[in-house]
């Protein structure tokens, strides 16, 4: 198969790729005082706490480059990255990014790949500061590591939740995970006929998987609201299992009401189709990227009825344990089952 777009990464070596990437990119944070091009990137604290989080995506494992395109992979990669960063209430401003390329892959894919990265990093005000690159002999490796600031008093942490607080989550859940059954099944047709995939009506929660976005804009708003959630978390494993951490972190129990979880239209009748419990998939299906935090009951004016937000439970004493309330009123132990990074199919 001739491809006249395709040129070989070894055509470009490594400093020829690093200065492409370089080219493409525009500083735009105050604080990154030097990017690209020295022996590391050199950032201002201006006198703020500094949070640092690193993701790593492995092909096979986090993604399937069958359904994924690399652009919505590189976007991907970048947002669950600021998620983290947003779920400690600070501010993402760089990121640097490590990568370990087959030589399969040609410049064109690397481009693709930026392009996502910087199309996110822009969409977010984060600058693209530093990286590595080494080849691979299997799979890509995509590590994103970011860096963010906050006042020290700003920060919020997982093990702050006080017995009492409401447990409040934003956006809707279960729809990347819905996402992924779609795609997945669509590829099991593939491979068994050859028929097209047909993803016609699943927008939404192809959406959410391929190109899901970090709640920067829950931050702006509970800061707007003038609210300070007194633990916070980001649902990338599932809701079940960061409700857990966060009861776990702060030595207290919590309790969910299945009637109260926000799930998308979409989602629910998905969930159906595949003969799956919508409660389960918002409980346990992962990658949704909403923001789970505790606040006090004396914030609950300031957020109810809005649209983004939603109570589903509360922080209990440590002997309730981890509930999960039924539409009966019948109580369950409530069970992290979110997907094991290590247990998850290609
Ligand atoms: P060193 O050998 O000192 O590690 P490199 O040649 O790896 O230096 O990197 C040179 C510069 O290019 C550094 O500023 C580094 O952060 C940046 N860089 C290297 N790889 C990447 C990449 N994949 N994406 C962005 N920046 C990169
Ligand atoms: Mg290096």
């Not at 020290?152 to 729809?175: C, F, I, K, N, Q």
């Amino acid at each position: 198969m001739a491809d006249t777009s395709r040129t070989e990464l070894n055509h470009l070596g490594e400093f020829g790729l690093i200065e492409r990437i370089a080219s493409r990119i525009q500083l735009g944070q105050a604080s990154t005082v030097k990017g690209i091009g020295d022996d590391a990137a050199v950032i201002d604290p201006e006198g703020l706490h500094q949070v640092i989080t690193t993701d790593m995506l492995v092909q096979g494992v986090h993604f399937d480059l069958s359904y994924m395109p690399l652009k919505h992979l590189g976007y991907k990669a970048i947002v669950v990255n600021l998620s983290d960063v947003y779920a400690m209430n600070a501010r993402p401003r760089q990121v640097v990014v490590a990568l370990a390329i087959s030589n399969r892959f040609p410049v064109e894919a690397i481009d693709e790949l930026y392009e996502g990265m910087l199309l996110a990093c822009g969409a977010y005000g984060v600058d693209l500061v530093g990286g590595d690159t080494c080849s691979s002999i299997s799979g890509l490796v995509i590590s994103v590591t970011a860096i963010g600031a906050a006042p020290r008093e700003a920060l919020v942490y997982r093990g702050g939740a006080r017995e009492h607080d409401l447990l409040v989550v934003s956006g809707d859940l279960g729809g990347a995970y819905m996402g992924l059954q779609v795609l997945e099944r669509e590829k099991a047709v593939f491979n068994e006929t050859g028929a097209q995939p047909d993803l016609v009506g699943h927008d939404y929660i192809l959406e959410r998987q391929l190109k899901p976005e970090a709640r920067k804009d829950v931050i702006d708003l509970l800061k707007k609201l003038d609210v300070m959630p007194t633990a916070m978390i980001d649902i990338s494993d599932g809701l079940a299992s960061e409700a857990i951490h966060i009861a776990r972190s702060s030595a207290l129990g919590v309790r969910i009401h299945d009637e109260k979880l926000p799930i998308d239209p979409s989602t629910f009748q998905t969930a159906r189709d595949f003969n799956l419990d919508p409660s389960t998939c918002a409980l346990n299906g992962g990658e949704d990227y909403e923001l789970l935090f505790t606040i006090s009951q004396a914030d609950y004016d300031k957020i109810k009825g809005n649209p983004s937000l939603t109570v589903i439970g509360h922080i209990t004493d440590k002997a309730s344990g981890y509930a999960l309330v039924d539409r009966q009123g019948g109580q369950h132990e409530l069970r992290a089952q979110g997907w094991d990074a290590f247990l998850r199919k290609g």
